[in-house]
């Protein structure tokens, strides 16, 4: 009986689905980019005036700026010109079972440990609902149980667009105060032409009553291109968001240019983790995403604390520095790394921690491993000004080496313009050494899996910073993103 | 047999093709059944510890003549894992540190991966915890010691201690101690060796490599070799570790040579 109910509600659910989608596909918007094409999406998305007058004077900015050129990392010129803009998912055509599946996607999965039922709901089969109904049955009762006791805590948690439908007020006074549109380049480009993204508030003294990556588990969402994401954590109030996945994230899209602002009220905290995991291109980089991220948080409250960790394995190219501004006094922020690449790949990341409040503290763990031809760059900028009197820093920088035709690169970058402060920075480089891999395998290990071991062992004080569910999962996939680099 | 050497001649491969590759094992031969006791004894430089790396697989070494049979199959054609998988151990002169991998899941990973190549199913976690629960209190090894990362902060006497646990763990036919007694005091030196006794039995080999006899006090051989140059010169029974802690090494190889 139950069953047959739930059948109903997921046709219901699919008629909706896919009348939707039909309806947005007779609109997409031409390649290039003009104020029309900002007009457009503005106008697709219902926007008020002032959200598209916000859009255009970022497009303005965009005109004047320069794309930077100052990482360690090397591509082609991109046309922006001849990307699109505004295009609805396409229409894709879903398999019909698992059979129908990629067997390279769906052993990965099997690599990851994820289960069947999940195997189905992220390969988008179609109709996965009908073939597992209990599967579905879970993940609509959960999620719907999950944005009730969301709603119940007084807790928001949408998608942008629809916070500046509904929460207007809110977004006019955060969006853009911590990456105002034209900080760089790719923000400015994000300003003025994002369409996707989430966007959480979470009220004073509230502690969100879940681990927002649970919510995600379930509900596997599509990432866009550009990505707007806002999270809000008011007096006293705590939230954990998790981003991204372990399974290999395919893209249609080249570049990426995601915007993240935290804002950490007094006494607030927010912890953000990423799993980035996009397509990181042939064993050349060809086809390869390109990462180009800005992520801050502004800890305005004294006392607050911001911590972001991330693992990222994926991508041609990453250029991405999550960074706090410590403004309220004895705030703390943190920035735990992970950062692999193999192939051709080339990373380019690190933070800014800016101090300027009193007392306030930052610690930077960061471990990067390259193997094959990859580079692998660490960029970090700790700034002590003048009236944060008590501040404190420790950085550790670790790289791992594997193989000889790999590079590992480590670019502090400190100021302190007050004497009343303590910064420290550590650095290692290493090479898995040949004894380590014998005494492994002489115990019966095999080389991949020796250095899988090793490799985590070496990022271990990172890997305990993201959610337990994450961890193992994290942990295959360490293992996965190195496989062919030895031997 | 258990363990077949015969003629074995080997070289240490140079490093990035400098220099000619030089000959440590010279003519080889050994034979070793299951419940015997070998003892290696030889001076520094004799190709001692070469032997048990090249029956162990370690890469640099290339074996230029003579076999290796172990149970029978030719055991230089297997990778080090299938050698370990296959019932071969290795207890290091030197036990490498692994930062950040817990002991636990170090020995748990290498336990799977031997069943896994042996096609036999992985062990569960709450057996698996049971059986090194149950071996490392017979060693007397706190478990806290088992959360900590493999052989990092360890003494020497703990990095051997931690080298029997894992035999007793892997349970192999044939243990090759390499210096197992090198750089322990007398009461390290003891559990070391009580530990080894109680994994004797007559399934099992062992093959002891020691420059002293002092060793061989707590770990009593059935067979002494002694070896120089590369092969092995003379063998004997345990009275035979006496004589040479009474002539000295000079004396053998004088005689051999």
Redesign the interface.
């Known amino acids: 009986m139950a069953d047959q109910d739930t059948i109903r509600q997921v046709e219901e659910l699919k008629k909706y689905k896919y009348g939707f989608e039909t309806e947005i596909e007779t609109e997409k918007a031409p390649k290039g980019l003009n104020e029309d094409i900002i007009r457009f999406i503005s106008a697709k998305k219902g926007e008020p005036e002032w959200m598209l007058e916000w859009r255009l004077e970022a497009y303005r900015q965009w005109l004047k700026m320069e794309e930077p050129r100052w990482a360690k990392v090397r591509y082609e010129p991109i046309d922006y010109q001849d990307l699109y803009y505004y295009a609805a998912p396409k229409q894709q055509k879903k398999p019909k079972s698992l059979d129908e599946v990629d067997p390279r996607l769906l052993e990965t999965y099997e690599k990851l440990g994820i289960p069947l039922k999940e195997q189905m709901v992220l390969a988008g089969v179609e109709g996965a609902p009908k073939v597992a109904v209990d599967a579905v049955f879970d993940s609509v009762s959960v999620a719907t149980t999950f944005r009730e006791e969301l709603e119940k805590a007084g807790v928001i948690f949408c998608p942008i667009s629809e916070a500046i439908q509904k929460y207007p007020d809110l977004v006019r006074k955060y969006l853009g105060s911590v990456v105002p549109p034209g900080d760089n380049f790719f923000a400015a480009l994000n300003s003025a032409v994002f369409t996707d993204g989430s966007f959480v508030y979470v009220p004073k003294g509230v502690r969100c009553p879940m681990e927002l990556s649970t919510y995600f588990r379930i509900n596997e969402k599509k990432t866009g291109q550009f990505e707007r994401t806002l999270i809000i954590v008011d007096e006293g109030g705590y939230v954990s968001y998790l981003e991204g996945c372990t399974a290999p994230a395919r893209s249609e899209h080249q570049l990426h240019a995601a915007v993240v602002e935290l804002i950490a009220e007094k006494d607030a905290e927010i912890k953000y983790s990423t799993v980035q995991n996009w397509y990181p291109g042939d064993e050349e980089g060809r086809g390869g995403v390109y990462n180009f991220v800005t992520k801050r948080a502004d800890c305005r409250g004294d006392n607050s604390k911001v911590s972001w960790t991330q693992v990222e394995t994926g991508s041609a190219i990453t250029w991405k520095y999550p960074s706090c501004l410590l403004r309220g006094d004895n705030s703390v922020g943190e920035f735990y790394s992970i950062a692999i690449s193999n192939n051709a790949q080339q990373v380019d990341s690190g933070t800014k921690m800016v101090h300027l409040g009193k007392n306030t503290k930052s610690r930077i763990i960061s471990k990067g491993i390259s193997a094959g031809k990859s580079q692998n760059t660490y960029r970090g900028l700790v700034s002590i000004h003048r009236k944060a009197h008590g501040a404190r820093n420790f950085t550790q920088c670790d790289s791992l080496l594997i193989g000889g035709e790999c590079g590992a690169h480590t670019v502090p970058y400190i100021q302190a313009k007050t004497p009343h402060a303590k910064v420290e920075h550590e650095a290692t480089t290493s090479k898995i050494?040949?004894?380590?891999l014998?005494?492994?395998?002489?115990?019966?290990?095999?080389?991949e899996?020796a250095v899988a071991?090793?490799v985590?062992?070496?990022?271990?004080?990172v890997i305990q910073k993201l959610p337990m569910e994450f961890m193992a999962e994290t942990q295959r996939l360490i293992g996965i993103s190195l496989e062919g680099s030895v031997g | 047999m258990l363990l077949e050497v015969k003629d074995l001649r080997a070289v240490v491969r140079p490093e990035e093709d400098e220099g000619e590759a030089k000959e440590i094992i010279k003519g080889l031969s050994l034979s070793l059944d299951r419940g015997e006791v070998h003892a290696i004894m030889g001076p520094n430089g004799s190709g001692k510890s070469t032997l048990s790396h090249v029956l162990a697989g370690k890469p640099g070494y290339e074996v230029t003549d003579g076999e290796v049979l172990f149970d029978g199959e030719n055991l230089l054609e297997l990778e080090p894992e299938e050698r370990a998988a296959k019932g071969l151990f290795l207890a290091m002169q030197y036990p490498v540190e692994i930062p950040g991998v817990p002991y636990m899941q170090f020995l748990k990973v290498a336990l799977n991966s031997q069943r896994k190549l042996r096609g036999e199913d992985e062990l569960s976690t709450p057996d698996f915890m049971r059986l090194v629960r149950e071996k490392a209190q017979a060693l007397g090894i706190s478990m806290d010691m088992l959360k900590r990362p493999v052989n990092v902060g360890f003494s020497g006497g703990e990095k051997k201690r931690m080298e029997v646990l894992q035999m007793a763990v892997l349970e192999p036919k044939l243990c090759v101690l390499d210096e197992i007694d090198s750089g322990l005091d007398i009461d390290a030196l003891k559990v070391v060796a009580e530990g080894v006794n109680a994994l004797r039995g007559p399934r099992r080999g062992f093959l002891v490599i020691t420059h002293y006899q002092r060793l061989l006090d707590y770990i009593e051989p059935d067979h002494v070799h002694i070896m120089a140059n590369g092969r092995i010169i003379r063998s004997g029974g345990p009275e035979l570790a006496h004589e040479l802690e009474r002539e000295g090494y000079a004396a053998f190889v004088e005689d051999a040579a």
């Open positions: 050494a040949e004894d380590q014998f005494y492994l395998r002489a115990r019966g290990i095999p080389e899996e071991l090793i985590n062992g070496f990022v271990r004080e």
